[in-house]
């Protein structure tokens, strides 16, 4: 039986064999953020001769990519991306995802919406029939907090303050228990619409394009057809 962190480095060393063959030297590689992100990072590194850089979706990942030796460039300087590579809190079977379990959520739906194709990486216990078990990160500015708060208690929401914690942006997340989505397209339109809100975890509008789920039989490729 592999353990949820073995699981991890075999999403990771799948999301290499994935990108490596597709990768050429001018090549921008989106990277996310998240412990299973961290594993691929490490793996990344003695390949760091056959991309240009990458650009990354949080502090942490940019510390950890130049450590390994790893180019990173600020997305302005970048045009376009063929891979991003990133971790999610929950998956469907529509590839729509809930992100920002480690608080990156806005430069990950950033990044990843430059990117051509999202590569999602998950062990098994992140693929779900129906999101929202796991409480929506929504990033908020600071000043807004209780006025999104009282916005989505109306949706039926929890919001809980994630205390001590200030993204790489400056402003707080609130996570969200107890939302139903029905539509989650239509759902992260709405959030996007409450003023105060930065970005939500819900990433239904644009979801991953594949994801590679590690589970006791191996890894599994999901992926939509175009
Ligand atoms: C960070 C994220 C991560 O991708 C998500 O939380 C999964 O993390 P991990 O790989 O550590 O389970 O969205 O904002």
């Known amino acids: 039986m592999f353990s949820q962190d073995e699981l991890k480095q075999q999403a990771a060393q799948a999301a290499l064999d994935y990108v490596l063959p597709q990768l050429q030297p001018d090549s ?4 996310g953020t998240g412990s299973t992100v961290d594993r691929f990072i490490d793996l990344l590194a003695a390949h760091r001769a056959d991309f240009k850089a990458a650009v990354s979706s949080s ?25 991003y590579v990133d971790g999610a809190d929950e998956v469907d079977h529509q590839l729509s995802m809930i992100k920002g379990g480690g608080g990156a959520l806005t430069r990950e739906k950033i990044v990843s919406s430059v990117a051509d194709r999202f590569v999602c990486i998950v062990d098994e216990s992140k693929l779900v029939e ?11 500015i600071p000043l807004a907090r209780e006025a999104v708060a009282r916005e989505v208690r109306q949706l039926g929401g ?3 303050l994630r205390a001590g914690f200030t993204t790489d942006n400056g402003n707080q997340i609130l996570d969200v228990a107890g939302l139903r989505y029905g539509d989650p397209i239509a759902f992260e339109a709405m959030l996007n619409n409450i003023p105060g809100v930065v970005c939500c975890g819900l990433f239904a ?4 394009h594949v994801a590679l789920v590690a589970g006791q039989n191996g890894v599994s490729r999901l992926e939509l057809q175009d």
């Open 205 to 208: 509008i644009s979801g991953a």
């Open 59 to 83: 502090e942490r990942s940019t510390q950890r990519l130049r450590a390994a030796g790893v180019t990173v460039l600020d997305l302005n300087d970048v045009s376009s991306m063929a891979l």
């Open 158 to 160: 929890q919001p809980v």
């Open 28 to 31: 921008i590689l989106g990277v």
């Open 130 to 140: 129906q999101l929202g078990a796991f409480p929506l990160p929504i990033e908020v």
